[in-house]
């Protein structure tokens, strides 16, 4: 089991930034490929970064290219997300997830593909 906990959460004016934390702990963070992802009110959960367990590859969505950033530590067993020019849109729940990856495969497959979920982090975006 891995255990996933978001934290960086908050209200935010537009065009401010966030800096989104995932800490895990149980099973080794190693050899998983992390993704965060949102749910807004009324609206299905969508994919927003991710990388793999090297950091060698990631995913962002279209929305959020140039203005997120994945990354991560793997000694501290933590991923961030590093959100600038934020958006009213851009409010919601975000998740991290982790996918074993050394299983065989591609690394990403979407929300459908993770292992593991944290509980989410509120982001709220005023205008």
């Known amino acids: 089991q891995v255990q996933l906990v978001e934290s960086g959460g908050g209200l935010v004016q537009a065009g401010d930034s966030l800096r989104l934390s995932c800490a895990a702990s149980g099973r080794t963070f190693r050899g998983y490929a992390m993704g965060w992802f949102r749910q807004a009110p009324g609206k299905e959960r969508e994919s927003v970064a991710a990388?793999?367990?090297?950091?060698?590859?990631?995913y962002y969505l279209d929305s959020a290219k140039g203005r997120f950033t994945i990354s991560r530590d793997n000694a501290k067993n933590t991923v961030y997300l590093q959100m600038n020019s934020l958006k009213p849109e851009d409010t919601a729940v975000y998740y991290c997830?982790?996918?074993?990856?050394?299983?065989?495969?591609?690394?990403?497959?979407?929300?459908?593909?993770?292992?593991?979920w944290g509980n989410g982090t509120l982001v709220t975006v005023s205008s």
């Open positions: 990388c793999s367990w090297s950091g060698g590859n990631t």
């Open positions: 997830a982790a996918k074993f990856q050394l299983g065989g495969g591609s690394w990403w497959g979407g929300p459908a593909a993770m292992n593991y």
